[in-house]
């Protein structure tokens, strides 16, 4: 494998495309940038997507993604891989068959079943070949509630039964486990649990009022990535990725008529005057 003259690390993120520009490989390209890191990408489906919803999709051939792969990961030190939507079940055989091939570490696994609007992303027949195939090669997989209920058939109705999801997910052989438990309606914080098999480490955070939330798995899965290659352990990039999408989400941007992005470069915006008279 070919190193990089630079020790600005090279994550990659393979996923499909948001035309919007709010989720998909947009989004973790942002991400990466805005964790100073250089991010490289794999397109494994292409999106006619808004704030409003998901218009269509265009699968990318599968040897073609595996060109892609190869491209990137043959020629630069890939540190940390991303996947995020891969919509069908060969396409994520390709992918596994990738990363096996190159021998990519720190794999953190968004398992994108569905758009924030409710649109699929993913074929159901599919949902097997994630479980079955791709989450035995994850260093971390971050599934939402919904995603946990498909993968494991159970249902999480409140924070009691979060390390009941986390022992389902784990059982399915990731290293790491990392329930959001933001869509929980009951919780003044959004509470997440990290699960290893061992310790269950629970990370509460303020929730945000904002509706702007488009993006935000993409973006926390990214996040993760990134503080993995700079040479995080998991909990470590697991609780600066959550600090990280708290305050993209209430900075949440009102673009568009539907649900507009998290805003990811919220860290370097100018403070609202309105603000620095509160403060």
Not at 143 to 158: D, H, M, R, S
Not at 161 to 172: F, G, I, R, S, T
Not at 210 to 234: E, F, Q, R, Y
Request: glycine share 10%; aromatic share 2%; proline share 4%.
């Amino acid at each position: 494998m070919a190193t990089t003259s630079s020790d600005l690390p090279v994550v990659l993120t393979i996923a499909g495309s948001d035309s919007g520009g709010g989720a998909g490989i947009q989004a973790d390209l942002k991400t990466f940038q805005e964790h100073g890191v250089f991010g490289t990408s794999v397109i494994v489906a292409l999106t006619a997507q808004n704030t409003v919803g998901v218009h269509g999709v265009h699968e990318v051939p599968a040897d073609f993604v595996t060109a892609q792969l190869d491209a990137v990961a043959s020629d630069m030190d890939v540190r940390a891989t991303k996947t995020g939507m891969l919509a069908s079940s060969e396409l994520v055989h390709t992918v596994v068959d990738g990363i096996r091939r190159h021998g990519l570490t720190n794999v953190v696994v968004d398992p994108v079943a569905a758009s924030k609007h409710g649109d699929a992303l993913l074929a159901p027949e599919a949902l097997a070949t994630v479980r079955d195939v791709l989450l035995p090669v994850a260093t971390i997989v971050t599934p939402n509630l919904g995603e946990v209920a498909l993968l494991t058939g159970v249902e999480v109705t409140g924070t009691d039964d979060l390390d009941k999801a986390a022992e389902a997910m784990k059982a399915l052989g990731p290293q790491w486990v990392l329930i959001k438990g933001g869509h929980l309606p009951d919780n003044a914080e959004a509470v997440d649990l990290l699960f290893d098999g061992e310790r269950m480490i629970e990370i509460a955070t303020a929730r945000s009022a904002s509706t702007d939330t488009h993006g935000t798995g993409c973006t926390l899965s990214s996040a993760i990535a990134a503080n993995l290659a700079k040479g995080m352990d998991v909990p470590s990039a697991v609780q600066v990725a959550k600090d990280y999408i708290t305050g993209a989400i209430s900075h949440g941007l009102r673009i568009g008529a539907g649900i507009g992005p998290v805003d990811h470069g919220w860290q370097r915006r100018p403070v609202p005057a309105t603000d620095v008279a509160q403060a």
